[in-house]
C-alpha cells in the first residue's frame, strides 16, 4: 500500500486560489470548487510542489493532465489527527474513490504507529477528484484552509524546504501558528490566512509590478536597438545595391555600345566587298561586250553563235560571281559563334549502347544533330550521350536548377521507353530491372520532367520524345508488360509534347535499305522544318507530322507523330 507519496501539494503557498486571474489557464488545469468557485493549478504551490522520483521530478501538475483518474485524499482534520497526511493517486480503470480512502486511512495507522501515536478519530476525505465537473469536494476557503496547514507542516518537518522561498517559509510559520489557536471552521482559518497574508502580498504585488516594469523597458530598450540595427542594415544594403546596379548599367551600355561599334564595321566591310564584285561583275561584262562588238566588226556571219556564247560565258560568269559571295558569306556565318539567348535552355539526350536490353543505332546521332540546331537558334544546350541511371538523374536535377521563371525549355531524348500501367518512362543504358516495379525505380518517369519544367516556372516548354519503338523487355523473361511504343499524355499550360510516332506505332529509323542517313525519320525531318524562319513552333510541329506521314507511307509504314498541345500564344524557333 506504500505507493508514491507526492508531497507535492497545493501550496495556496503564499497566495490564496481567488486572488489570481483564470484567463490563461488550461482546461486541463482549471480547479472548480464545490461552492461553484474556479481557481487555476498553476498558481498554488500546493500543485507544484516537486518530488524526486527515481530519475526526475515530478509534481501534480506534471501527472494530472494525462491520466483517466485522478484523486487526492487528505485527513478530514489536520488539527486533531497525529499526522497531517495526504495521498495522491492516479491511472487505472478500476481506481475508485473507496480504495484511495482505505489506502490514505491504512497509511495514518501505519505511520501512527511508527511514531507511537494514536490514529483514533483520524479518517481521510477526497479533496480533489479529476472525474468530476467539480474537481474539489470542499469549498475553496476549507480547501485553502486545509492546504496551507498541511504546507506549513511539511515545511516545518523539513520535507522538501528548499523549494519554499524565505518569505513563504515566514508566512507559513505565522499560519501555522495561527491555525492552531483557531477553533476548528473553514471561515475562521481563511481568516487567518488572509490576515497573515495581506501583507506580504502587498510587498509582493508591488515587487512584481517593479519587476514587470523593468521587464518592459528593457523589451522596450531592447525593440527599439534591433529596430534601428535593422534600418541601418537595410539602407546599407540599399546603398550596395543602387552602386552595384549603376556599375552593371554603366557595363552593360559599354559592352552594347561594343557590339554595336564591331557590327557596323563588319556590315561595312561585307558592303565594301559586295560592291568589289559588283564593280569586278561590270568590267567582266563591259569587256564582254567590247569582245562581242569587235567579233561583229570582223565577222557578220558569225553574229548569232558569238552571242550565245557571250551570253553562256556572262552566265557561267554571273554563276561564279554568286558563289564567291555566297562562299563568303557562309564563311563569316561559320566563323562566328551563334548567339545564345539567356531565357532559352536544352537538355539533350541519346542512348544507343544499352547494357541488358538491345541496343540501338540512331539515337547518340539523333541528339548530336538536334543539339547542334537548337545550338544554332540561340539555346543553351546541355547534350548527354549513353547516360546511366545515376548520370540521368542527377542531369535532371542539374538541369532544373538552371530553369528560370520566363524561360523557354527545349526538351529531347532519343533512345528506349516503356509505359507501364498507362505512364511512360525512358531507360537509362544500364536499366536491370526485373519487375515493374523495379523498372520503375531506376528508369525516368517522363511526367517527372515536365512536372520540374513546370514548377520552374517555364513560359514555353516543348518536349520531343523520340523512343516508339518496341518493348525492350519483350522475348528476355522479364515481368514488364509494356506494349509497343508511349502512352498518350497531357500536357500542363504552356507545354507542347511530341512523340515521334501515335500510340502503338513504331518510329522508323531508315527509309528503307538504301537509306543511308545517319539519323531517324522523325529528328531528320524537325532539324529541317526548324531552321525556317518566321514560322511559329506550332506550325513547325504540324509540318513535321505531315512530312513524317508522307515519307513513311512512301515505304508501305503508318507513323504519325502525336502532338499534346496546350501553349498560350506564339513562340518562334527562328523570328
Known amino acids: 500500500m506504500k505507493k508514491l507519496f507526492i508531497s507535492i501539494l497545493l501550496v495556496l503557498g503564499v497566495y490564496p486560489l481567488s486572488v489570481f486571474a483564470q484567463s490563461d489557464c488550461s482546461s486541463a488545469l482549471m480547479l472548480r470548487f464545490d461552492d461553484g468557485s474556479t481557481g487555476c493549478m498553476t498558481d498554488s504551490k500546493f500543485f507544484s510542489i516537486k518530488r524526486n522520483i527515481s530519475a526526475g521530478s515530478v509534481s501534480v501538475i506534471d501527472t494530472v493532465v494525462n491520466p483517466?483518474?485522478?484523486?487526492?485524499?487528505?485527513?478530514?482534520?489536520?488539527?486533531?489527527?497525529?499526522?497531517?497526511?495526504?495521498?495522491?493517486?492516479?491511472?487505472?480503470?478500476?481506481?475508485?474513490?473507496?480504495?484511495?480512502?482505505?489506502?490514505?486511512?491504512?497509511?495514518?495507522?501505519?505511520?501512527?504507529?511508527?511514531?507511537?501515536?494514536?490514529?483514533?478519530?483520524?479518517e481521510c476525505e477526497i479533496v480533489y477528484d479529476k472525474t468530476r465537473s467539480k474537481n474539489i469536494t470542499l469549498s475553496k476557503p476549507a480547501f485553502e484552509?486545509?492546504?496551507?496547514a498541511w504546507l506549513a507542516n511539511i515545511q516545518k518537518s523539513n520535507q522538501f524546504a528548499d523549494q519554499f522561498t524565505d518569505e513563504e517559509k515566514k508566512s507559513n510559520d505565522l499560519f501555522l501558528a495561527e491555525f492552531m489557536k483557531q477553533p476548528d471552521?473553514?471561515?475562521?482559518?481563511?481568516?487567518?490566512?488572509?490576515?497573515?497574508?495581506?501583507?506580504?502580498?502587498?510587498?509582493?504585488?508591488?515587487?512584481?509590478?517593479?519587476?514587470?516594469?523593468?521587464?518592459?523597458?528593457?523589451?522596450?530598450?531592447?525593440?527599439?536597438?534591433?529596430?534601428?540595427?535593422?534600418?541601418?542594415?537595410?539602407?546599407?544594403?540599399?546603398?550596395?545595391?543602387?552602386?552595384?546596379?549603376?556599375?552593371?548599367?554603366?557595363?552593360?551600355?559599354?559592352?552594347?555600345?561594343?557590339?554595336?561599334?564591331?557590327?557596323?564595321?563588319?556590315?561595312?566591310?561585307?558592303?565594301?566587298?559586295?560592291?568589289?564584285?559588283?564593280?569586278?561583275?561590270a568590267d567582266?561584262?563591259?569587256?564582254?561586250?567590247?569582245?562581242?562588238?569587235?567579233?561583229?566588226?570582223?565577222?557578220?556571219?558569225?553574229?548569232?553563235?558569238?552571242?550565245?556564247?557571250?551570253?553562256?560565258?556572262?552566265?557561267?560568269?554571273?554563276?561564279?560571281i554568286r558563289a564567291s559571295i555566297q562562299s563568303e558569306t557562309s564563311t563569316k556565318n561559320a566563323s562566328?559563334?551563334?548567339?545564345?539567348?539567356?531565357?532559352?535552355?536544352?537538355?539533350?539526350?541519346?542512348n544507343d549502347s544499352y547494357q541488358k536490353v538491345s541496343s540501338l543505332a540512331n539515337a547518340r546521332e539523333d541528339a548530336k544533330v538536334l543539339a547542334e540546331s537548337l545550338n544554332s537558334l540561340g539555346y543553351k544546350v546541355t547534350l548527354k550521350l549513353d547516360v546511366t541511371?545515376?548520370?540521368?538523374?542527377?542531369?535532371?536535377r542539374s538541369f532544373k536548377n538552371q530553369v528560370q521563371p520566363g524561360d523557354e525549355v527545349a526538351l529531347f531524348y532519343a533512345g528506349h521507353g516503356v509505359q507501364i500501367a498507362s505512364?511512360?518512362?525512358?531507360?537509362?543504358?544500364?536499366?536491370?530491372?526485373?519487375?515493374?516495379?523495379?523498372?520503375?525505380?531506376?528508369?525516368?518517369s517522363l511526367q517527372r520532367l515536365l512536372d520540374d519544367m513546370n514548377e520552374r516556372g517555364a513560359k514555353f516548354t516543348l518536349a520531343m520524345i523520340d523512343a516508339c519503338r518496341d518493348n525492350p523487355f519483350k522475348g528476355s523473361g522479364r515481368s514488364v508488360a509494356g506494349g509497343r511504343g508511349l502512352a498518350p499524355?497531357?500536357?500542363?499550360?504552356?507545354?507542347?509534347?511530341?512523340?515521334?510516332?501515335?500510340?502503338?506505332?513504331?518510329?522508323?529509323?531508315?527509309?528503307?535499305?538504301?537509306?543511308?542517313?545517319?539519323?531517324?525519320?522523325?529528328?531528320?525531318?524537325?532539324?529541317?522544318e526548324m531552321q525556317k524562319a518566321g514560322v511559329s513552333v506550332d506550325r513547325v510541329v504540324r509540318n513535321v507530322r505531315s512530312e513524317v506521314v508522307s515519307l513513311a507511307k512512301s515505304v508501305g509504314h503508318d507513323q504519325v507523330p502525336a502532338i499534346y498541345d496546350q501553349v498560350v500564344g506564339e513562340f518562334y524557333f527562328r523570328q
Open 489 to 528: 499524355t497531357t500536357a500542363a499550360t504552356g507545354q507542347m509534347i511530341v512523340f515521334s510516332a501515335g500510340s502503338g506505332q513504331q518510329a522508323l529509323d531508315k527509309l528503307g535499305p538504301g537509306d543511308k542517313s545517319k539519323n531517324g525519320l522523325f529528328t531528320r525531318v524537325f532539324v529541317k
Open 284 to 320: 567582266l561584262i563591259a569587256k564582254l561586250q567590247l569582245e562581242k562588238d569587235a567579233r561583229e566588226k570582223a565577222a557578220s556571219t558569225k553574229v548569232v553563235s558569238d552571242e550565245a556564247r557571250i551570253l553562256a560565258l556572262r552566265k557561267e560568269l554571273e554563276k561564279e
Open 185 to 281: 471552521g473553514a471561515s475562521s482559518s481563511v481568516a487567518t490566512n488572509q490576515a497573515a497574508d495581506k501583507r506580504l502580498q502587498e510587498e509582493l504585488l508591488k515587487k512584481q509590478q517593479l519587476d514587470q516594469k523593468e521587464k518592459e523597458l528593457a523589451e522596450k530598450a531592447r525593440i527599439e536597438k534591433e529596430k534601428a540595427l535593422a534600418e541601418e542594415k537595410r539602407i546599407a544594403q540599399e546603398i550596395a545595391s543602387k552602386g552595384q546596379l549603376d556599375k552593371d548599367a554603366a557595363n552593360k551600355a559599354r559592352l552594347d555600345k561594343e557590339k554595336s561599334i564591331a557590327e557596323e564595321k563588319r556590315i561595312a566591310q561585307e558592303l565594301a566587298k559586295v560592291q568589289a564584285l559588283e564593280k569586278e561583275k
Open 389 to 396: 541511371e545515376k548520370q540521368f538523374k542527377s542531369e535532371l
Open 423 to 444: 505512364t511512360n518512362y525512358l531507360l537509362p543504358i544500364d536499366i536491370g530491372g526485373q519487375s515493374e516495379e523495379e523498372v520503375k525505380d531506376e528508369a525516368v
Open 145 to 148: 484552509a486545509k492546504t496551507r
Open 68 to 122: 483517466e483518474k485522478y484523486y487526492i485524499a487528505m485527513t478530514k482534520n489536520p488539527k486533531t489527527c497525529p499526522i497531517n497526511y495526504m495521498r495522491t493517486d492516479w491511472g487505472g480503470r478500476n481506481l475508485t474513490q473507496s480504495n484511495i480512502l482505505n489506502r490514505c486511512e491504512d497509511e495514518i495507522a501505519d505511520r501512527a504507529l511508527k511514531q507511537n501515536k494514536s490514529p483514533a478519530g483520524c
Open 336 to 350: 562566328a559563334s551563334p548567339k545564345v539567348f539567356a531565357n532559352r535552355k536544352a537538355l539533350v539526350i541519346g
